[in-house]
C-alpha cells in the first residue's frame, strides 16, 4: 500500500514506457517518481513511430506544444504504431491544452499538464489495471461533457465543457491585444463560465472586472507564476444557487490555465514590441513603418486624404562616427530622434529606417484637404524647429568644433499626388532625398517642384566639418 506523497510499491511488474518530442523534461520526472520504471526518448514523432512498431512499449507520453500543426495526425500515427494495448498519454503546457484535447479523438486516452503532478500521473494511469498502481485511483470520470458544464476528472482535475474550451481557443488568438482588452475578455470568460453575477482579476497591478460591482468576492484563487503570486480571480455572488467544491476545483484550474495565458500573453506583446522596435533609439523599426504605411495609404485612399513621407539623414555622419567613435554616432542617432519626436505633432510616426536614415510619417486626422494643397501646411515648420533644436542641442560625450553645427538632408513625397503605393512612396521620397545630398546638404527636396526643387533648411551657413 502506498503512503501519501510516496511513489506506488511495485514487487513484480515492470513498466516500458516511452517519451515522444521530450521538451517539457518528462522522462526525468518519470524516473524519479517510478524508479522501476524503464523510460525511453524519442526525439520525433517520427522516431517513436519507428521505435514502436519494433519495440512495444506499455505506455506512451506524447508531448504536445502550441507550435504543432494537426497533431491528430501524429498522435493517430502514434496510436496506430503503438497498438490498442498500450496505454497513450498527451503531455502539454496549459496554453497548447485546447490543442492538446483537439488531438484527443485521434486515439489518445488522456491528457497531462506540465510540470507533471504525481497524483495526476498516477491517476492517468489508475485505468490501465497495472498491479504497481494504487487501488484507489479510477479513471472512469469523463474528461468533459457537453451540456456545457465541467465535471470532475482523474485524480480531481476538471474537464471543461466545449464551450469553455472554445472560449479559451478564441482568447488565444487574442495575444496581440492591449493587456487591459484581454483582461477584460478574461474575466467575462470566467462570469460566463461560472454564472457569476460578476468577475474580476487581477495581473501584475492590471485589474479588469465583468458584471455588477463586486464588494467582496465569494471566491477567490492566486494566479501564479512559479512560486510567485503574479495576480489573483474572483467570483462575485452565483445567479442562481451557491457555489460548492466542485466549483472550487474548477476556479483551482481555471486560475493555473489563467496564469499561463496572461503570462504568454506578457511575453507575446514583450516580443512583439521588440520585433518592431528599433534597440538604439527606441523608435519603431523599418518594420512597423512599413506596415503601418499599408494600413494608413488604405484608409487616406477611402478617405481622400495625404500622406506625406519625409525620409532623412545626418549631413557627414561618417565623419563624426571616424572623428569620435561609434558611441558618439550613437549619440547623434538617439539625439535626432528624440528631437522628431518631441516637435512632430502627437498622432504623426517617427522611425529609424535604418543606419543613420530617418522616416517620418505626416498625416492628417480629418481627411479631404484643400483643393491644390500638396503636402500638411505645417510639415515644413515642424523639420524646421527640428532643425534648430539639433543645431542646438548638447552632445555630452562629444564636443562640437567651434562654429559647427549638426544637419540633416531629406526628401519629402506624398501620397497620393506622388505615389500610389508604400513602395513608391518610399522610392520617391528616397530620391528626394538622394537629390537634396547632390544639391549641397543641410535642405529637403520636395518631389514635382521642377528642376531647381529643393528648399533649404534655414538660413545658408558654411558647413563646418567635424573635424
Known amino acids: 500500500m502506498s503512503v501519501a506523497g510516496e511513489p506506488p510499491t511495485t514487487k513484480a511488474t515492470v513498466v516500458h514506457a516511452l517519451v515522444v518530442n521530450d521538451s517539457e523534461g518528462v522522462a526525468d520526472r518519470l524516473r524519479g517518481r517510478y524508479p522501476h520504471w524503464r523510460v525511453g526518448v524519442a526525439d520525433s514523432y517520427l522516431s517513436a513511430i519507428s521505435s514502436l512498431s519494433k519495440t512495444p512499449v506499455d505506455v506512451v507520453f506524447a508531448c504536445v506544444d502550441a507550435t504543432f500543426d494537426e497533431p491528430e495526425k501524429a498522435v493517430a500515427g502514434l496510436r496506430e504504431a503503438a497498438g490498442a494495448g498500450t496505454r497513450l498519454l498527451l503531455c502539454c503546457r496549459a496554453e497548447a491544452e485546447p490543442l492538446t484535447?483537439?488531438?484527443?479523438?485521434?486515439?489518445?486516452?488522456?491528457?497531462?499538464?506540465?510540470?507533471?503532478q504525481d497524483k495526476e500521473v498516477d491517476a492517468a494511469m489508475s485505468s490501465s489495471s497495472r498491479s504497481d498502481i494504487p487501488a484507489d485511483r479510477t479513471d472512469d470520470a469523463p474528461r468533459a461533457s457537453t451540456s456545457g458544464a465541467a465535471t470532475a476528472g482523474p485524480g480531481g482535475a476538471v474537464a471543461l465543457s466545449d464551450a469553455e474550451w472554445t472560449g479559451l481557443a478564441d482568447l488565444m488568438g487574442q495575444l496581440d491585444a492591449p493587456a487591459d482588452e484581454f483582461l477584460k475578455s478574461l474575466a467575462e470568460l470566467l462570469r460566463g463560465a461560472f454564472g457569476a453575477s460578476s468577475a474580476g482579476l487581477v495581473f501584475e497591478g492590471t485589474a479588469a472586472t465583468s458584471g455588477a460591482a463586486m464588494s467582496e468576492p465569494e471566491l477567490t484563487e492566486p494566479l501564479m507564476q512559479g512560486s510567485r503570486s503574479i495576480g489573483h480571480v474572483?467570483?462575485?455572488?452565483?445567479?442562481?444557487?451557491?457555489?460548492?467544491?466542485?466549483?472550487?476545483?474548477?476556479?483551482?484550474?481555471?486560475?493555473?490555465?489563467i496564469g499561463n495565458l496572461v503570462t504568454t500573453a506578457e511575453q507575446h506583446r514583450r516580443l512583439h514590441q521588440m520585433a518592431y522596435?528599433?534597440?538604439?533609439?527606441?523608435l519603431p523599426n523599418r518594420r512597423r513603418l512599413l506596415e503601418f504605411l499599408r494600413r494608413l495609404l488604405a484608409e487616406a485612399g477611402r478617405k481622400e486624404s495625404t500622406v506625406t513621407l519625409l525620409m532623412f539623414d545626418v549631413d557627414f555622419f561618417k565623419r563624426y562616427n571616424d572623428e569620435y567613435?561609434?558611441?558618439?554616432?550613437?549619440?547623434?542617432?538617439?539625439?535626432?530622434?528624440?528631437?522628431?519626436?518631441?516637435?512632430?505633432?502627437?498622432?504623426?510616426?517617427?522611425?529609424?529606417?535604418?543606419?543613420d536614415e530617418f522616416a517620418v510619417v505626416f498625416w492628417d486626422r480629418e481627411g479631404t484637404r484643400e483643393p491644390g494643397s500638396r503636402?500638411?501646411?505645417?510639415?515644413l515648420p515642424i523639420i524646421e524647429r527640428c532643425r534648430k533644436s539639433l543645431e542646438k542641442h548638447h552632445f555630452?560625450?562629444?564636443?562640437?568644433?567651434?562654429?559647427?553645427?549638426?544637419?540633416?538632408?531629406?526628401?519629402?513625397?506624398?501620397?497620393?499626388?506622388d505615389a500610389t503605393t508604400v513602395e513608391e512612396l518610399i522610392t520617391r521620397s528616397d530620391e528626394a532625398l538622394l537629390r537634396a545630398k547632390r544639391d549641397g546638404k543641410n535642405r529637403i527636396f520636395l518631389v514635382g517642384d521642377g528642376e531647381d526643387g529643393g528648399q533649404a533648411l534655414g538660413e545658408e551657413r558654411p558647413q563646418a566639418s567635424p573635424a
Open 396 to 417: 555630452g560625450r562629444f564636443n562640437m568644433p567651434e562654429g559647427s553645427r549638426l544637419t540633416i538632408s531629406g526628401g519629402l513625397a506624398s501620397f497620393p499626388q
Open 375 to 379: 503636402h500638411p501646411s505645417n510639415v
Open 234 to 257: 474572483a467570483l462575485g455572488p452565483a445567479r442562481s444557487g451557491v457555489y460548492g467544491e466542485p466549483e472550487r476545483l474548477k476556479l483551482r484550474h481555471y486560475a493555473r490555465l
Open 325 to 355: 567613435g561609434h558611441d558618439a554616432g550613437d549619440e547623434i542617432l538617439k539625439g535626432c530622434g528624440e528631437m522628431f519626436r518631441r516637435n512632430c505633432r502627437a498622432h504623426d510616426v517617427v522611425t529609424r529606417y535604418g543606419g
Open 101 to 116: 484535447r483537439q488531438a484527443l479523438s485521434a486515439g489518445a486516452d488522456d491528457y497531462l499538464i506540465c510540470p507533471l
Open 277 to 282: 522596435t528599433d534597440e538604439l533609439t527606441g
